[in-house]
């Protein structure tokens, strides 16, 4: 999968927005009753250009046009390092034993397997992974349905598509500048 380009750089700050899935139900009394959809979340992401060269407009124009639109997801990695806390890597099958990390760049890593801490019987591998994520690599695939999360401080991926099916060149320039760009964030 492609990833979106770091160049040219939006503009400070740029917000990554978790979004959740929760079905609301609510009773007469008042009261609530709340079920969460999705265990981990999706990112939205909106990014603001200065005015840009020609030349720039015209490589995130050809990136939208590439991807169809909203049609083809692709990666976005966060341009600052930070603190991660207990982000999905994915599900034992049994079989497969590396997976990507959903990050780059990663250190103070910690991994989990259902929930603990899992301390040994695996090694982090730099690069290499979808996108050029990080990756571990575990001696002994997981167990079918084992639930593999990371905590870690890097560059945070996540996958996205643009949300706009639909804009000239002009409208696209222009937004870049004063609207931003959305992305959507998809599973």
Not at 11 to 31: A, H, N
Not at 71 to 95: K, Q, R
Not at 125 to 135: M, N
Request: glycine share 8%.
């Amino acid at each position: 999968m492609q990833v979106y380009p770091t160049t040219p750089a939006p503009l400070y700050p740029y917000t990554i927005t978790p979004v959740w899935r929760t079905l609301l139900s609510e009773f007469e009394t008042g009261s609530e009753q709340r079920r969460s959809k999705w265990v981990f979340p999706v990112y939205d992401v909106n990014l603001q250009y200065p005015v840009l060269s020609a030349t720039n407009s015209a490589l995130l124009w050809a990136f939208y046009m590439a991807r169809k639109g909203s049609a083809e997801a692709f990666w976005f990695y966060d341009l600052y390092s930070s603190a991660h806390i207990a982000h999905y890597v994915g599900v034992g099958n049994g079989t497969t034993d590396i997976f990507d990390l959903p990050g780059k760049s990663t250190s103070s890593r910690t991994l989990y397997v259902d929930g603990s801490v899992v301390s040994s019987g695996f090694a982090y591998l730099t690069g290499g992974g979808d996108g050029s994520s990080d990756r571990v690599d575990f001696e002994t695939a997981p167990a079918l349905g084992a639930i593999i999360t990371v905590s870690f401080t890097g560059y945070l991926r996540a996958k996205v598509r643009f949300e706009e099916d639909r804009l000239d060149r002009e409208n696209f320039t222009i937004n870049l500048f004063k609207y931003g760009i959305k992305l959507k964030g998809v599973k």
